[in-house]
């Protein structure tokens, strides 16, 4: 499998699991699977200010019974500390997909405060951690973090590496 | 102009003869109003998660797009989430309305002013975040036609109702975050809300 099929590979699991509403903040390395779900006519795709915004819209989706995805990088989830004690105390499933700063290869030192709290913050807020360290693996998270959300009410997180992404200076992210 | 609405009225009559209408609160004091109200499994008020209720609503109007949703939210709720309004405005979800009980106070913590005490203007914000029908409401006449077009306007839409600054008795809601949601997953969607998704 090359190295950038992930994207294909996660998109296809959401779709085959009836997943209908995806939320993201942009980053680099969320690029092509944004592209693809935009692509896609059974998703609705919604483009979020904040990470925060996700956490309300994927609890208001599981209530009216659709299940969704967020997708962001490793700094935003520092946005969702407060709202994810709702994501605890009503049990509401959660999946997101978290493409990680602050890592091998990261070029802005800002980006690595976060990205080396990231795992402890998700885990003390009750939200299961799953470290995807190589593209092919990528996919398989994502199916079991599914699963887990939703047949387990579970709050799950698929960190995805940053050598995965492989982004390694502010000139490649801009010539993306 | 000071507020001469009484926001449990208001309230009160946005949701008479409620229907089908999904209701979502903001913390504190829109979440008594509603209860006051009346409470129903296809309420859900929110103990916490502050600024994230016209987010719910969002979440909830794209996966139910036949159903009426109302957020009532208040200002200082509102005003942590800004971001929601701009994120609604690019969505347009017809079957949304966001209406706003603003006593310009943060009434559970002191009833300290908030910033639309000192001319922030909500109804402004919506409509400069592109949701077209964004009105503040001031008057008992304009309360009635909210609550129609809450029940039958093509959405999304947005209200300022200026309210008075009055401390009331507390309705408390369930508080159970697992009971609310089953509660009302269970009146919205029936058995199959109990099924473990056939995709999975």
């Known amino acids: 499998m090359p190295p950038d099929a992930w994207p294909a590979e996660v998109h296809r699991e959401l779709a085959a699991a009836g997943v209908r509403i995806v939320g993201y903040v942009p980053d680099a390395g969320h690029k092509r699977l944004i592209e693809l779900c935009h692509a896609d006519e059974a998703m609705r795709v919604v483009p979020l200010t904040t990470e925060e915004e996700g956490i309300g819209l994927a609890a208001g989706a599981w209530l009216g019974g659709e299940k969704s995805v967020l997708l962001m990088q490793s700094s935003g989830v520092g946005n969702l500390v407060n709202v994810l004690g709702m994501v605890k105390v009503c049990r509401f499933p959660l999946l997101m997909i978290v493409t990680m700063r602050g890592e091998q290869g990261e070029f802005n030192p800002w980006q690595v405060p976060m990205g080396e709290a990231l795992a402890r913050v998700l885990e003390t807020m009750g939200v299961a951690v799953r470290q995807a360290g190589e593209a092919r693996s990528v996919a398989a998270h994502v199916r079991a973090a599914l699963r887990l959300a939703y047949q387990a009410q579970g709050a799950e997180a698929v960190l995805i590496a940053q050598r995965v992404i492989g982004i390694k200076s502010f000139q490649e992210q801009a010539n993306q | ?200």
């Open chain 2, 1 to 200: 102009m000071k507020p001469t609405l009484h926001r449990r009225d208001v309230v009160k009559t946005l949701l008479r003869d409620r229907k089908d209408l999904l209701v979502v609160a903001g913390l504190g004091s829109t979440a008594w109003d509603i209860t006051a109200a009346g409470d129903s499994p296809l309420s859900f008020p929110t103990w916490g998660a502050m600024g994230q209720a016209a987010m719910i609503g969002l979440g909830l109007a794209l996966a139910q797009p036949a159903r009426r949703v109302l957020v009532v939210t208040g200002d200082g709720e509102m005003l942590m989430g800004l971001g929601a309004l701009a994120t609604i405005g690019v969505q347009r979800p017809p079957n949304l309305a966001v209406v706003v009980i603003d006593n310009e106070r943060y009434g559970e913590t002191g009833m300290q002013a908030t910033h639309t005490a000192h001319g922030v203007d909500l109804a402004a914000v919506a409509k400069a975040c592109g949701i077209r029908k964004s009105v503040e409401v001031r008057k008992v006449t304009e309360v009635k036609s909210l609550q129609k077009a809450i029940h039958s306007g093509a959405g999304p839409l947005f209200a300022a109702v200026k309210v008075i600054d009055e401390k009331l008795p507390l309705v408390l809601p369930p508080h159970d975050g697992v009971l609310l949601k089953t509660r009302f997953r269970r009146a919205l969607l029936g058995d199959s809300a109990d099924v473990l998704p056939e995709e999975l």
